[in-house]
């Protein structure tokens, strides 16, 4: 578990199965996720079981996002991604997702925050980034907030309902890994 005051990012267990059938299903997201077809709980239980696989195996990692309420059990608002990882080049994409309900209350800033601490020190990563729609606003801010640089635009690169849409990415080179 990486965990701060406020945040507790953790495995996927079992019980997150409806979240996930709910998050990965909903259309409005698939653009970003680049989704085609829905998932089905079989295929989500499939993945929940080989999550705990190792991170060199799979070349991902995902990581619940829960908030810590004192008293209280903790209440799952989202989930970030590790992708695409290589470890010969020590690089891995990076995504989030926080529910609606919870936007805009500093949880994505925090998560991102204690995320690409984990990767940086405990995977050893030399560079995170990240694929974000340009008219993505608030993602953009997100990252650039957290250090990511724009280093380029892919031109008409995601294909949307009724055209093509622009897409930037964003990088962040690990200040301590620079001259290794």
């Given at each position: 578990m990486i965990q701060s005051k406020n945040l507790l990012l953790r495995a996927i267990e079992p019980s997150?199965?409806?979240l996930l059938y709910e998050w990965e299903n909903n259309t409005q997201i698939?653009?970003?996720s680049q989704t085609l077809t829905p998932f089905s709980k079989y295929q989500l239980?499939?993945?929940i079981k080989h999550s705990s696989l190792d991170i060199f195996q799979?070349?991902?990692l995902r990581l619940m996002i829960d908030l810590v309420i004192e008293e209280k059990d903790n209440v799952t608002v989202g989930m970030i991604d590790l992708f695409d990882f290589e470890p010969f080049h020590s690089r891995a994409g990076v995504g989030?997702?926080?529910h609606k309900d919870y936007q805009n209350h500093k949880i994505a800033s925090e998560a991102l925050t204690l995320f690409?601490?984990?990767?940086?020190k405990q995977l050893s990563l030399h560079q995170?980034?990240?694929n974000i729609l340009v008219n993505n606003k608030a993602s953009i801010q997100l990252f650039t907030k957290a250090g990511f640089e724009i280093c380029g635009t892919r031109k008409q690169w995601i294909k949307t309902i009724d055209s093509?849409?622009?897409e930037m990415m964003l990088q962040l080179i690990n200040a301590s890994s620079r001259n290794q």
């Open positions: 997150d199965i409806d698939w653009e970003v239980q499939k993945y799979t070349k991902q989030i997702l926080i690409v601490d984990y990767s940086f995170l980034y990240c093509y849409a622009d």
